[in-house]
Structure formats: C-alpha cells, structure tokens
C-alpha cells in the first residue's frame, strides 16, 4: 500500500485543483472528438464526395487548423487563458452542430476549414494555462498526465466512433458538438482567469518592436527546438500515414494494422503514468535523445518487417519512444517561453504537428515508391539525426532556460 501510495505521489501528487479541471475539460474534449476522424467517409458514403474532393475537405481541415493554433497563441496572451477556452470551445460546438445537418459540400468544406481553427485554437492556452499554475518542480508530471489524458480520449473516441458512425452520422456531429460543450461548461464554472499581467521580461528581439509572435518566430534557441520536434512528429506520422501501404505491400490485412495501433495506444495508456518517476534523474536532453533513438529504432527495424510479430515488437520499441519523449518535450518547451509570451510559443511549437501531416505522408509517399523497405532506414536516419541534434543543443538550452528564470527571480521595482 506504501509502494502505491508512493507512486501515486510521484505520478500526480502535488498538482493544484485549477490543473485538475484543465485536465477534466480535455479528456471530455479527446473522448468527444470523434466527427472528424470519419469526416472522409461521412462525405463518401452520405454526401457522395468523390474520394479527391473529400481530401481536400479534409485538408481544408488541416489548414484551419494551423491558423488556429497561431489565433489561439495570440489570443490567449491577449484576452487571458479562460476566455479563449470557451470562445474556442464554443465555436466548435456550435460549428459542428451545423455540419450535423449541413448538405451542400461547399458548406461543408467551409463549416470543416472553421472546424479546423477552433478545434486547434485550444492547444496553446490548454498548456499555457497548466505552466501558469504548476509549479516548475511539478509540470513533467503534469505535462505526462496531460499526454496520457490525450491519448486516452482518442482511444475512447476511436471506439464510440465507429458505433456512432454505424447508427447515424448525425449522431455523430451532435454527441461530438455535446462533448466539446461540456468542456466549455466545465472550464467555464472551475477554471479561473490563469494569466497574470505584468511587465514582460522578453528581451527584445526585434529592434523598436514590442515582443509578441515574431519573438518566438525569431528565438533561435527556440526554433532549433521546434525543427527537432518537427523531426519527432514525422516519426509518429509514420504509424497513420506510410506504415498502413507498408503493411498492406507486405500482404498483412487492415486488421493488423488496426490491432498494430490498438497496441501502442494500449501501451501508453498502461504505463505512461510510470514515466515521471523513471525520467525524473536524467537530463532532458539526454531522456529526449535516447527517447528519439527508440523510436529511430523500431521503425528502422521495419526495413526488415515481413509479418505482423516484427510489426508488433517494433511497435513496443517506437511507442516506449514516444512516451518516454513526452514530459520533456512538453516541458523544455514550457522552460523556454518567456512568461508573457508563453501562448505565442506554444502556438509555434504547435505548428509542427500540421507540418508534419502534410510532410510525412507527402514525401514519404514518395520515398516509399522509390526506395521499397530502404524508407525505414531514412526514417531511422532521421530519429538519429534529431537524437544527436537533442545532445547538441542541450546545454544551450538550459543555458537560456537559466537566463530566463534569473531574469523572473528580479524584483520589479517600476512599470513605465
């Protein structure tokens, strides 16, 4: 009872009751998120969308998105987290009521693009909401649940999905629309304003320019963290974009690709909670280049993958990757955002994950019809690249991280 009690403390001990509604509000957000991973099918089978226009809905899609995470950074510094919360949140509820009963495919398309902004405008201000309130010390934890929370919402969104998308697509629209709303109500009765004004202690980067996005767009140290992101972020696109062709050109049928998934998310949600306490020791930098290195491992070894066991066991390889790689790379981001700009950051940091979608399938595509099974090993190369990249740039960026909690730690003595 002591060991789990321990474990317990060391998992989501010391966590404050405002991060607590933060994470009820995007686990019911993740769990009711499920419209628009039928959206392609919805406008195939029930609106008769040829398969090349259902695509670009669905990129149109994607695009909103990117605009959204870049909206939702600035507002959340300029309106307050909460405030940006539910106006998105809202929107999107309401967004998807409508596509529930939208016929027009140019419509669609429309109602899909807004879909898009609001469903992304969330991400910065959810993060810098929790950086608001945690305390340093504690935010790996916090960062952790808050990535075992996600995916365990989409693998509850993965199951009502398919039951709800088999009864009516109209269902499907209104229960999503119905989830995103009781979020809303959620953060909107337990979740105070988190972001407290005060003189900014960003240095300016732009001579004669206050600072503001182009701050971060502009932060070298910062921006060699978001490439190597980037490069984490093609990896896992693999397992929804390349690996599924890959598998089917190995003769294997959807369902092991589907059971291939089913793992990793079964994975994450059993043990992610273990990890705060297994990387608490190490390095960020040092826990994100062996972290990356698993993952540039399991799908290098897919060079050699003739079956579903290979598929499997390298699958275990690049999912302890990707869970191991979480709490610090959700943390260093934290670290390295000035505290008046944290949303701004975050919603650059959140840019690679669109850039990633359309890039990993784009050219891996590419790179699959050409080099056959050699695509692993550039994949391989790749996480490798961005593990060596991890160890360079590590003690730059704790430099920077230090500079800027020295610069917090100065009394304000006046504000012109």
């Given at each position: 009872m002591r060991g789990l009690r321990r474990w317990w403390d060391d998992t989501a001990g010391g966590l404050p009751a405002t991060f607590w509604y933060l994470w009820s509000?995007?686990?019911i957000n993740r769990a009711g998120a499920f419209a628009l991973l039928f959206l392609s099918l919805y406008l195939t089978a029930a609106r008769g969308a040829p398969p090349s226009?259902?695509?670009l809905v669905v990129g149109a899609y994607g695009i909103g998105?990117?605009?959204g995470t870049l909206l939702g950074g600035v507002l959340a510094d300029r309106w307050g987290r909460r405030a940006t919360l539910l106006a998105a949140h809202l929107a999107a509820a309401g967004l998807m009521a409508a596509l529930a009963f939208s016929t027009h495919l140019a419509v669609i398309a429309a109602l899909a693009t807004l879909v898009g902004v609001a469903h992304s405008m969330p991400s910065p201000a959810f993060v810098a909401a929790i950086v608001d309130?945690?305390?340093e010390a504690r935010r790996s934890r916090a960062f952790n649940l808050q990535f075992w929370a996600f995916n365990l919402g989409m693998a509850v969104a993965s199951l009502l999905a398919g039951i709800l998308a088999e009864a009516s697509f109209t269902a499907l629209f209104l229960v999503d629309a119905g989830a995103t709303l009781a979020a809303a109500v959620v953060i909107a009765l337990k979740v105070p304003e988190t972001l407290t004004r005060r003189p900014a202690l960003t240095p300016r980067t732009v001579v004669g320019r206050r600072p503001g996005l182009h701050t971060a767009l502009t932060d070298r140290t910062f921006l060699v963290f978001v490439?190597?992101?980037f490069l984490l972020a093609v990896l896992t696109m693999q397992t929804s974009t390349i690996m599924p062709l890959a598998m089917r050109e190995d003769g294997l049928r959807p369902s092991a690709y589907g059971l291939v998934v089913a793992l990793g998310g079964a994975l994450i949600v059993a043990g992610q909670l273990f990890v705060p306490r297994l990387i608490e020791?190490?390095?960020k930098s040092s826990v994100l280049a062996?972290?990356?290195?698993?993952?540039?491992l399991g799908f290098g070894a897919l060079t050699a993958a003739d079956g579903l066991p290979l598929y499997l066991g390298a699958a275990v390889v690049w999912t302890v990757g990707q869970m191991l790689a979480a709490p610090p790379n959700a943390?260093?981001?934290?670290?390295l955002a000035p505290p008046d700009l944290r949303a701004r950051y975050q919603s650059v940091f959140y840019l690679t994950f669109p850039a990633a979608s359309f890039v990993a399938p784009a050219l891996g595509g590419l790179s699959l019809e050409h080099l056959g099974e050699r695509h692993w090993l550039v994949v391989g190369a790749l996480g490798l690249l961005a593990a060596a990249g991890h160890l360079l740039a590590g003690p730059r960026r704790e430099r920077r991280v230090a500079a800027l909690r020295a610069a917090a730690a100065k009394p304000v003595e006046s504000v012109r």
């Open positions: 509000g995007l686990l226009l259902a695509g998105g990117a605009a309130v945690v305390p490439g190597l992101t020791p190490y390095r062996v972290s990356t290195g698993l993952m540039a943390q260093i981001n934290a670290d």
